[in-house]
């Protein structure tokens, strides 16, 4: 028998720390095969954020930086400048790229920076205890709106791959989600097709992964995928949102 | 000729590939592993017919597939 399955080489052994069914674990794992399958291990530098993937620099098999919260596109940005050869990807929860980071996320686009973002939005800020965002839903009860987010009096949620999808600098900008295995296929091309767009010299790549977060929506793993489904799927566009002839061509 | 095999120290008992498998293979076993963590277990491991769905859904990388 041979095996048909297991752990990418673009991960290292160490097990995560994320809470039991989050699915940033699955994230990692869709970027540590693309970074295998696209043979970039040793090309790349990611930059990690300040969150619950704050420690995923020990957990993908190449060179990590750590930014301070929500700065991760700044580094990234001063790193693939200086080194216009490595290949240069930040990983940033929802909170740290649409929160105290908006700015960046919006200029490194603006400006057509060569890099990729993977962004993994569960609508909290995980790792303080689940705290409203501004990617949180209409109604969804957290530690600060315990009577469900009141969009008069807060503002509907940030989509911000419909935002960053406007800017000319950015080429690619798909939505995803993790809730199925056909979608999360579907996210793994939409992840590898951001790396290539890199790869190319082609632009500003964004892929957004609706993901879950167990613990502070105190679901069940199982139960946060139909959560996701129901009250997030509808709220935030899925989809390649946006594609230049450059990249449909590769 | 399928096999799942589980690496029991890395599974969280989160019970998305036992939602997952469409043939009902794995289910939570009565095990704890180093973390306290009751580990997934091939509970009808004949069943299995290699799709890869569990370990598509296994977000600690604690499930392999042989075929
Ligand atoms: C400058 C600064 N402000 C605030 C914080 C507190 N803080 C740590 S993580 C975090 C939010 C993380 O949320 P998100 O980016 O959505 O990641 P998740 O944990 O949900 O994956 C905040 C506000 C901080 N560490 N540094
Ligand atoms: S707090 Fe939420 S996002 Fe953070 S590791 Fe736990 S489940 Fe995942
Ligand atoms: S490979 Fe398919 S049939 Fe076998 S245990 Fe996994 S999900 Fe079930
Ligand atoms: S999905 Fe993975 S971590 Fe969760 S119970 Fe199954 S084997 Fe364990
Ligand atoms: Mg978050």
Redesign the interface.
């Known amino acids: ?7 990418p080489q673009g ?1 290292t052994d160490l ?2 720390h ?9 994230v990692h ?1 869709l970027v540590g095969e693309v970074l295998e399958e696209l043979d970039i291990i040793g090309d790349t530098i990611g930059v990690a954020p300040v969150g619950c993937a704050g420690f995923s620099l020990d957990f993908f098999a190449c060179d990590f930086v750590g930014a301070a919260h929500g700065r991760a596109q700044a580094v990234a940005t001063g790193i693939k400048r200086a080194l216009p050869d490595k290949i240069v990807f930040t990983y940033q929860g929802d909170g740290d790229i649409a929160a105290i980071g908006t700015a960046h996320a919006i200029h490194v686009a603006a400006r057509g920076e060569k890099i990729t973002t993977i962004m993994v939005n569960n609508a909290v800020f995980g790792m303080t205890g689940g705290q409203m965002a501004p990617t949180t839903i209409g109604g969804q009860v957290t530690t600060t709106s315990p009577y469900g987010r009141d969009c008069a009096l807060v503002g509907a949620p940030i989509d911000l791959p419909k935002t960053v999808a406007t800017l000319n600098g950015a080429v690619y900008v798909a939505a995803c989600a993790v809730d199925t ?1 056909k979608n ?2 579907q996210a793994k091309k939409c992840i590898k097709k951001a790396f290539q767009v890199q790869q190319r010299g082609l632009g500003y790549a964004l892929v957004s992964v609706l993901s879950t977060c ?1 613990t502070n929506w105190g679901l ?3 139960d946060c ?1 139909k959560w996701l489904q129901e009250n997030m799927m509808p709220v935030y566009e899925m989809g390649e949102l946006k594609m230049t002839e450059e990249v449909k061509a590769l | 000729m399928a096999k799942v095999v589980v690496l029991g120290e890395y599974c969280k008992s989160c019970g998305l590939c036992v939602a997952a498998c469409p043939r009902k293979v794995l289910a939570i076993g009565d095990k704890a592993n180093s973390k306290g963590y009751y580990v997934a277990v091939p509970a009808d491991p004949d069943k299995c017919i290699g799709c890869g769905l569990c370990g598509t859904v296994c977000p600690d990388l604690a499930l392999e597939i042989y075929k």
């Open positions: 028998m041979q095996k048909v399955f297991g752990r991960l097990p995560f994320y809470c039991p069914g989050c699915t940033h674990g699955i794992r295995p999360i296929l167990p069940s793993p199982v995928l």
